[in-house]
């Protein structure tokens, strides 16, 4: 059985920003955590936990995020790289959903 340690696990995800051509986005490092921690072995959940995302403008911004395994993109898994307009995503058991379906983040 392989094993991971939660930094490894980080660099498997690859995180991008979208916004407003003229805003000024940060964002801090995520968090990854396993629900086998600390043995963090290949059959564990992972977590990953937005720390802050900033828009200078105080404009919607969106964390777009590609799960990888040994160098694959996951595409059983949720990849959010083409939803239209999407201002909130809510990963609960395999869905992708904006659960208002109006485009505010409720």
Known sequence: MRSFTP??????VAISLVSPANATITQGTPLLISTDYPLNRS?????????S?????????TNIYTWYRN????????NPTTES?????YPL??????????????
């Open 85 to 89: 307009g999407l201002v909130a995503y």
């Open 53 to 61: 995302t900033f828009n200078n403008e105080s404009g919607n911004v």
């Open 93 to 106: 058991d395999g869905n992708t959903l904006d659960y208002a379906g109006n485009n505010d983040a409720a």
């Open 71 to 78: 160098g694959v993109v996951m595409a059983s898994l949720p």
């Open 43 to 51: 059959v564990g959940n992972l977590t990953a936990w937005n720390i």
């Open 7 to 12: 930094f490894l696990l980080l660099c498997l």
